[in-house]
């Protein structure tokens, strides 16, 4: 178990206990996003990833809601 924090706008956000595999993706999938763990980012990044993520699950939900449609028509 470990804690993550990220500055952002000179504001520090922590979250804590975090499970140590899923610590690597937040912290791969926050690098992928330009975000950095050691230095201040910007509101603006935080929500171009986010927006990036939504959009991901935005798509797995079409994605699924097709696998269920295709699934009541058998």
Request: aromatic letters at 10%.
């Amino acid at each position: 178990m470990r804690d993550i924090a990220l500055t952002i706008d000179g504001g520090r956000y922590k979250a804590k206990n975090l499970d140590d595999t899923f610590a690597d993706f937040i912290e791969n999938d926050l690098a992928n996003a330009d975000l950095h763990l050691d230095r201040d980012n910007s509101a603006e990044q935080m929500f171009v990833a986010y927006l990036r993520l939504a959009s991901r699950w935005y798509n797995y939900e079409r994605e699924i809601d097709q696998i269920l449609h295709d699934m009541e028509k058998e």
